[in-house]
């Protein structure tokens, strides 16, 4: 159990996918604009790594070493199509604003990274922990990415996306006087390169800072 | 013989594992694919109010895939699918007609252009050249027609005005052939 929990805690800490090994930071610059966004982003990669690697880990034994990365392409773009699938069907305009960045979670280095690391060498239980522990650390980083995008660039957040799955409010507020001239640039491009860069310096700073 | 085994067993269990996966998809794919149709359907009948608002009914002709649209009993116009091949796959386009030779509107329902560039026909300024058209009249100004076609985009804007006017020109001698 101490091993299931510093497999989980690794993900968010020591090797965060976004601020420490700089994976999937395609996906998280594009969609990381609105926390709807990141959110819908980061259960569909939780989902597809976590199945992947459960997959990946229970057949790692009988997949034959030289189709090895063609199986671990077929088993994840398997999950990512049932996701687009889902997502098409029940959340159309997260659907919409995710785009091509949700059926090209197959290609996120983050997924065949953790399979061809991780989980075609370790026991199930690990390989969830292990799914686990980095899916939040990239949900993690990309929520905080996003929160500070919108905030900063339409001066307030609104999040509707669990209106449109249960009915439940939805939830939003903004700041008074910013809202009228937010910092636009925050929710284009360059805001995320702005955003990402300032953030990873932050974190490598406290790392330096633990260390010393 | 275990050493031919030994060379077909990646071969065998690559297929195996496609199998498994396509088997899966298609089964998710009978769910999504029902609760997709609904929604079309739901969108449809909105972009129709919005672009006739005075409707109050439709009635859906299954033969012809035409919808006659009516207010107070009389017909105000007809509206039907159109499917045009675009740059990256299909677009799905609403066409509503006045009568049997005046394109009330498009809107385009689907498309999967490139962003940026061929996604343009959606906007306002594509879509709106279509109203009030003849449909012999649907086509590039310098191919006798009246619309302008968006630049860096030629691939896309011919996909919608063919679609537009091949159906709307097939569906208009089925609409003729009723009354």
């Known amino acids: 159990m101490a091993s299931f929990a510093k497999e989980f805690s690794k993900g968010i800490g020591v090797s965060n996918p976004i601020f420490i090994l700089a994976l999937g930071l395609c996906p998280a610059l594009a969609v990381s604009y609105s926390l709807d966004n990141a959110l819908g982003m980061s259960a569909a990669v939780i989902f597809v790594l976590l199945c992947s690697n459960v997959i990946i880990s229970a057949a790692r034994k009988i997949v034959p070493k030289i189709m090895r990365i063609p199986t671990f392409i077929v088993i994840i773009a398997t999950f990512v199509t049932l996701v687009t699938l889902v997502f098409q069907a029940y959340v159309p305009t997260l659907y919409q604003s995710l785009g091509i960045y949700l059926p090209l979670i197959v290609v996120n280095c983050i997924i065949l990274g953790r399979a061809e690391a991780f989980a075609s060498k370790n026991p199930v239980i690990g390989s969830i922990a292990d799914a686990l522990g980095i899916g939040v650390g990239f949900a993690l980083a990309l929520i905080l990415i996003s929160f500070l995008r919108e905030l900063l660039g339409t001066g307030g957040i609104s999040i509707s996306l669990f209106e449109q799955l249960f009915n439940a409010g939805s939830l939003s507020f903004t700041l008074p006087a910013f809202s009228e001239h937010p910092l636009t640039i925050f929710v284009l491009s360059p805001g995320a390169f702005l955003v990402i860069g300032l953030l990873m310096a932050l974190f490598k700073w406290i790392g330096r800072k633990k260390n010393d | ?179």
């Open chain 2, 1 to 179: 013989m275990p050493s031919l085994l030994r060379k077909i067993y990646p071969i065998l269990f690559v297929t195996l594992i496609v199998f498994i996966s396509v088997t899966l998809l298609i089964f998710t794919e009978s769910f999504t694919s029902a609760e997709l149709q609904a929604r079309l359907q739901q969108q449809v009948e909105e972009e129709l109010e919005s672009m006739f608002p005075e409707l109050d009914d439709s009635v859906d002709n299954e033969d012809s895939e035409v919808y006659t649209l009516l207010a107070g009993g009389e017909t105000i116009g007809y509206a039907f699918l159109a499917v045009g091949t675009g740059y990256s796959g299909d677009i799905a386009i609403l066409v509503g007609l006045e009568d049997s030779e005046t394109v009330k509107g498009i809107i385009i329902l689907s498309q999967q252009e490139t962003p940026g560039i061929g996604d343009r026909i959606t906007g306002d300024g594509f879509t709106g050249q279509f109203t009030g058209l003849n449909i012999d009249a649907v086509n590039f100004k310098q191919d006798g027609g009246q619309i302008d076609g968006l630049a860096m985009a030629t691939i896309s804007s011919e996909a919608v005005i063919d679609a537009v006017r091949d159906t709307a020109m097939e569906k208009v001698k089925l609409i003729e052939g009723v009354e």
